[in-house]
């Protein structure tokens, strides 16, 4: 196996917007799916009035994420999207960091934009890296920032 490449057209799109996608209006029920998914009491939401509920932290990243069939994701089980195009290789997590700046309700539409930070080149010692770093912004409906996210991806 070969290790990763870039394109040229890949370096080009640095500080670019890379991708942009826009929820379903966000429901009790993704809420309460996503608190038992996470580990906690989806009961918590039995006879509270849908208007009061403030949904978990970091709802709003799995909220913006496209929802694919499973033969649409790739051998690894990533989604295709994952990355940037023109940056091939064995995909590895790298860093991950949250910002919540707002508070989600049921009904709000959010809408993340993506833009690719930067590229970088390195050898490591069994072989040729490449981390991919893009940042995230993600606001409701309002046109309020709810929150950022940076994600790091290494290809090997």
Not at 112 to 130: C, M, N, P, Y
């Amino acid at each position: 196996m070969s290790g990763p490449t870039v394109s040229e057209e890949a370096r080009a799109r640095v500080g670019t917007v890379t991708a942009r996608y826009r929820s379903d209006p966000v429901s009790v029920r993704q809420i309460r799916e996503y608190i038992a998914a996470t580990g906690g009491r989806p009961e918590q939401l039995d006879n509270v009035d849908d208007s009061s509920i403030c949904v978990p932290p970091l709802f709003f990243h799995a909220a913006c994420r496209p929802v694919v069939a499973e033969e649409n994701l790739l051998e690894d089980g990533q989604y295709s999207f994952l990355g940037v195009e023109g940056v091939t290789g064995r995909t590895m997590a790298g860093a991950h960091k949250y910002e919540v700046l707002g508070h989600v309700h049921p009904g709000d539409v959010l809408t993340v934009t993506e833009h690719l930070a930067d590229i970088t080149e390195k050898q490591g010692r069994s072989g040729a890296l490449v981390f991919v770093t893009t940042e995230a912004t993600y606001h409701n409906q309002h046109d309020v920032l709810i929150g950022r996210y940076r994600q790091t991806v290494i290809f090997r």
